[in-house]
């Protein structure tokens, strides 16, 4: 019975681990989508909007990854 509990918190932690890269893209994606919309929206020569938010983007997606793991650890 302590084995099958202890195999099932096992698995919950690995399918954790597995979503964290799909999230992480996700994220960056989405910043970068919207730095790109700005850059469309106001124009200017070196696409600073989308540099800065996709920086930004994987700045949170690193402390959401950070946060999660810690979490695991628990």
């Known amino acids: 019975m302590s084995d ?3 195999d099932k918190k096992q698995r919950n932690k ?3 681990l597995i979503n964290i ?3 992480m893209g996700i994220v960056i994606f989405l910043f970068s989508w919207f730095g790109g919309w700005l850059d469309e929206e106001y124009p ?3 696409n600073i909007y ?3 938010f996709t920086l930004l983007g994987v700045f949170v997606a690193l402390y959401n ?3 999660q793991v ?3 650890n628990k």
């Open 70 to 72: 810690n979490q695991l």
């Open 14 to 16: 690995w399918i954790a």
């Open 44 to 46: 200017n020569p070196k």
């Open 50 to 52: 989308r540099i800065i």
């Open 21 to 23: 890269p799909l999230q």
């Open 4 to 6: 099958n509990r202890q």
């Open 65 to 67: 990854v950070i946060r």
